[in-house]
């Protein structure tokens, strides 16, 4: 696959494939803490997605990860940090509207400023789930 001929594409790509791995993280582990906080089992959310239209290979790994509190980095929380902050950049240079991408900062930020920031990103679940 090419991302086409211009010089930048790769780069431009990677940002928006990185929007979307910082999105489904995160939505992934609010998710999750909101069943447990509503008395349900977690678990039964990753269930109850499996296999449907809006299911995601991509959300049971980094879902059990979260369940299992295992945070052994595969893709540093402080570096999508860091690419959040460039995919901020790019938004609104480009008249995107940046309201979510500032919404998933502030949340990997919390998760960092807890010590995760060497921890897989999956640790964004600590963000939600605060002293557990």
């Known amino acids: 696959m090419t ?4 010089v930048g594409n790769g ?7 990185n929007a ?24 039964m959310f990753l269930e109850a997605i499996d296999g449907g239209a809006s299911d995601s290979p991509y959300a049971h790994l980094k879902g059990e990860s979260m369940l299992a509190g295992g945070f052994e980095p595969s893709f540093a929380l402080d570096g999508l940090r860091k690419d959040i902050g460039l995919i901020s950049d790019a938004a609104q240079s480009s008249g995107v509207d940046a309201r979510l991408l500032q919404a998933l900062s502030a949340v990997y930020a919390d998760a960092s400023s807890a010590g995760h920031g060497g921890d897989d990103i999956a640790a964004v679940y600590t963000a939600f789930t605060p002293g557990e």
Do not use: E, H, Y
């Not at 991302?3 to 211009?6: D, L, N, T, V, Y």
């Not at 780069?11 to 494939?17: D, E, I, P, R």
């Not at 993280?25 to 977690?42: C, I, K, M, W, Y």
């Open 3 to 6: 991302a086409g001929s211009r």
């Open 11 to 17: 780069s431009a790509l990677k940002l928006a494939a």
């Open 20 to 43: 979307w791995i910082a999105s489904i993280t995160a939505a992934t582990a609010q998710s999750l803490a909101l069943a447990g906080a509503l008395g349900v089992d977690p678990a």
